[in-house]
RNA sequence: GCUCCCAUCGACUAGGGGUUAGGUCAUCACUCUUUCACAGUGGAAACACGGGUUCGAAUCCCGUUGGGAGCGCCA
């Protein structure tokens, strides 16, 4: 029970879930998974003026609609909660009293004025900008003076000086950092949240985490929780910092490049499959020769480890993702596939409440598509009546389409349904008695029925139109 | 600017001292379909550079260059 693999997603709520965001989880999960481990969801709700309604149940659904259930949580509960950290408040202010207490960390008064200015200071010296740890010489007295006469404060983490933290991580090995160069970070804001790196390193720990799996954005303020974990003389859990997903151009996959919420991908009609197939193989792979692309949840999970996922970071390629998507719709169970589309055909002003009509649709679109939201642009030949303009009027009336619709038609009467595979035969049939073939055959007909010179194979849209519909559009021109 | 991280086709990647450097997407050609797609076949396409180590380096080491991230009382 104690090797037990515990691993956490801890997003802050801003109210959408970010691509990176969603990788990150899912890595997580597989890896929890995996292992047979628990995967915890905690909200890291410590920035009072960053708060948005709603946020955090957004956050919720997106997670359960990907299928990324987490066993401890909001709402699912656990032992070791709350899993909000804003709920947490007091355990924060008595770990920091603690490190107080023991010289790791002291009170610093100065106003957001002040370091901004120093900042300016140092960046002008070609230094890295840092607190100064000007406080630290601040005698007893001083800071009770201060404190006593209410002006504001924040309590900071002081960093052992002239040594160094090395550290390993599982997906970029050793890394070491001179302490010189780690800031002596705010641990307790002003208005005594604290910050990420202390309830992070707190929550962590209680919350009894053995791996922690994040974005590489974090690297560099691992030396930070280090030393913290340091002075509380805690266990350090596993760290795997995970490569970053990167626009077209290199740069941290942005907003201004593009969607970045996966929620927007699920609307435009990506599946969650395929999303999550997608998103597992931007940066990890199971290596070994495989070489197939599509993989089941079940099958990732099965073949995930941690220690393979890369180091550098991956351009997000849409085209790939939507070829993936298109295999996921080709592959996908009909009934399954036409709850999920019929939204969006209707979103697209097409009537659904014909349902045998509307599978044979879909199955007659899906290879044509790959996002659902394509559907009604390629349905949509099933539904409009046919309306020809300049020289397809023309093709339509020549005197061998007129022929070709003649025969055609009277064929149709004779047989009770059309299939997927009678409706050629019917049309070579027609060619024998016409004398009419090729292009001069084919044109004429696939207009008459849809109205566009390309589209689908013809025995599909004859099939799909059935037989009412094909006579009804070919007398129309008689 | 400073610190850290990273480096195989355009993109995602496999390989990890001796390989014709493999696969997928995209791209090109051909085939199929008397249309467009789908599908099939084939092609073009990469180890950033320079030094070492070694009989041998894309692979190990160092450096250079390039890219990225971080440097908040945000997370």
Redesign the pocket.
């Known amino acids: 029970m104690n090797n037990e693999v515990r691993v956490r997603f801890?997003?802050?709520p801003t109210g959408y879930l970010h691509l990176g965001s969603l990788r990150t989880a899912l890595f997580n999960y597989l890896f929890a998974r995996h292992n047979n481990g628990k995967f915890i969801l905690r909200i890291?709700d410590?920035?009072q003026?960053?708060k948005v309604e709603g946020a955090v149940e957004n956050l919720i659904n997106i997670l359960n609609e990907m299928g990324l259930n987490y066993d401890e949580g909001p709402g699912v509960g656990g032992e070791l909660g709350p899993y909000f950290?804003s709920e947490r408040l007091e355990i924060y202010k008595k770990y920091c009293d603690e490190l107080l207490a023991n010289g790791h960390a002291y009170y610093a008064?100065?106003?957001?004025e002040e370091?901004d200015e120093m900042?300016k200071v140092q960046?002008m010296q070609?230094?890295?900008?840092?607190?100064d740890r000007r406080a630290r010489v601040l005698t007893e007295n001083e800071v009770k003076e201060k404190l006593a006469s209410g002006i504001?404060?924040?309590i900071r983490l002081k960093v052992p000086l002239d040594t160094e933290i090395r550290f390993t991580d599982i997906i970029?090995?050793?890394?070491?950092?001179?302490t010189n160069?780690v800031?002596d970070q705010?641990l307790l804001?002003?208005?005594g949240?604290?910050?990420?790196?202390l309830?992070?390193v707190i929550d962590d720990h209680l919350m009894q985490i053995t791996h922690i799996i994040r974005g590489?954005?974090?690297?560099?303020?691992v030396p930070k929780h280090i030393i913290l974990y340091n002075a509380f003389g805690w266990e350090i859990p596993k760290m795997a910092h995970v490569?970053?997903i990167?626009n077209?151009?290199?740069?941290?996959l942005s907003k201004r490049q593009g969607d970045v919420a996966t929620e927007d991908y699920l609307k435009k009609g990506y599946l969650k499959e395929a999303l999550l197939n997608f998103m597992t193989?931007?940066?990890?792979?199971p290596?070994?020769?495989e070489?197939k692309?599509i993989f089941t949840k079940a099958e990732l999970i099965e073949k995930f480890s941690i220690e393979?996922v890369?180091?550098?970071?991956?351009?997000f390629?849409v085209?790939?993702l939507?070829?993936?998507n298109g295999?996921y719709i080709?592959n996908y169970d009909i009934d399954s596939l036409t709850v999920l589309i019929i939204p969006y055909l209707n979103a697209g002003g097409i009537d659904t409440s014909d349902l045998i009509k509307t599978k044979r649709v879909i199955f007659a679109i899906r290879?044509?598509i790959s996002k659902l939201d394509e559907a009604a642009e390629q349905a949509k030949l099933y539904y409009s009546d046919v309306t020809l303009t300049g020289e397809h009027i023309e093709i339509v009336k020549s005197e061998t389409s007129i022929q070709v619709f003649d025969a055609l038609a009277k064929k149709i009467e004779a047989i009770t349904e059309i299939t997927t595979d009678n409706f050629?035969p019917v049309l070579s049939e027609v060619?024998k008695e016409t004398g009419v073939?090729?292009?001069n055959?084919?044109?004429p007909v696939?207009l008459a029925l849809t109205g566009e010179?390309?589209?689908?194979?013809?025995g599909m849209i004859a099939y799909v139109l059935g037989r009412e519909e094909v006579l009804k559009r070919l007398r129309k021109l008689l």
């Open positions: 801890a997003p802050s890291e410590t920035d003026s960053r950290q008064f100065e106003t957001a370091l900042r960046q070609g230094k890295q900008t840092m607190y504001p404060h924040v970029r090995g050793n890394v070491k950092i001179e160069l800031d705010v804001k002003s208005d949240f604290p910050t990420y790196h309830a992070n590489e954005e974090w690297l560099t303020s490569p970053l990167l077209p151009d290199k740069t941290k193989l931007l940066g990890w792979n290596g070994e020769g070489e692309e393979r890369n180091s550098a970071g991956a351009v390629n085209e790939k939507n070829w993936m295999e080709k290879s044509y050629k060619q073939k090729g292009k055959l084919f044109m696939r010179e390309h589209g689908p194979e013809l």
